[in-house]
């Protein structure tokens, strides 16, 4: 299997689970990774065989902008299955980052691997 991938999307969301976080929108850098077979759309040259990261990569912003989770795990998870059965994603490895979460680290956040390769 491919992978198409989209590297340190910045999408602005509430995330947060004190008080002050449910009243601002943060920043969060979304990694995903989607297993995908490129042979068809490469074949012939094929633009709408092709996974859309461009489609891909608004439904990401799309969602964040309506979401409200106090978990990132939750963002990560919410995600994962709307990108899974909306565009047909056989297999992902989604990495959610909050910057600046903590002090003295550049990022905190989640990593999970869904569906099968």
């Known amino acids: 299997m491919d992978t198409v991938f989209i590297e340190s999307l910045?999408?602005?969301?509430?995330?947060?689970?004190?008080?002050?976080e449910r009243t601002i929108r943060q920043n969060l850098l979304v990694d995903?990774?989607?297993?995908?077979?490129?042979?068809?759309s490469a074949e012939n040259?094929?633009?709408?065989?092709?996974?859309?990261?461009?489609?891909?990569s608004q439904r990401i912003h799309d969602f964040a902008s309506i979401s409200t989770f106090e978990l990132v795990e939750t963002f990560a998870e919410r995600l994962a299955a709307i990108l899974m059965a909306e565009f047909t994603i056989p297999w992902l490895r989604l990495r959610i980052t909050k910057?600046?979460?903590?002090?003295?680290?550049?990022?905190v956040g989640v990593e999970i691997e869904r569906g099968c390769r």
């Open 10 to 20: 910045e999408v602005d969301t509430v995330i947060g689970a004190y008080d002050w």
């Open 32 to 40: 995903l990774h989607m297993g995908w077979d490129n042979r068809p």
């Open 45 to 56: 040259d094929e633009l709408h065989l092709a996974l859309d990261y461009a489609a891909v």
């Open 99 to 107: 910057p600046a979460a903590v002090a003295t680290a550049r990022g």
